[in-house]
């Protein structure tokens, strides 16, 4: 079993940044799709980014294409979330979610670990 644990939310201002962190334990190595995802108040959980095992392919949710950034250290079993020209809109509760399978899905339901999330204010 995989514990996920997010940190490094906060309140910030519009245009400032935050780096999230997620710290995979219970194994001694992540899961292959890591991702984030992040709920507003009243609306429905939203694929933000994902990142393979490697690296070398990420998406993204198309409003935050060239604000936000996801990386990993697998060494560290920690994914980041790196955001930068933050909005209001992107106000919400963050969460860190690991999938087995060797595709990046874009849909909550295809991830098989979540992490209790971190709140992400932006102030206007």
């Known amino acids: 079993q995989v514990q996920l644990v997010e940190s490094g939310g906060g309140l910030v201002q519009t245009g400032g940044s935050l780096r999230l962190s997620c710290v995979a334990s219970g194994r001694t190595f992540s899961p292959d799709i890591m991702g984030w995802f992040r709920q507003a108040p009243g609306k429905e959980r939203q694929f933000v980014a994902a990142?393979?095992?490697?690296?070398?392919?990420?998406k993204y949710v198309d409003s935050v294409k060239g604000r936000f950034t996801i990386s990993r250290d697998n060494a560290k079993n920690t994914v980041y979330l790196q955001m930068s020209s933050l909005k209001p809109e992107d106000t919400a509760v963050y969460y860190c979610a690991g999938d087995e399978s060797i595709v990046v899905h874009t849909t909550s339901l295809e991830y098989d670990y979540w992490g209790q999330g971190t709140q992400v204010t932006v102030s206007s």
């Open positions: 990142i393979t095992w490697s690296g070398d392919s990420t």
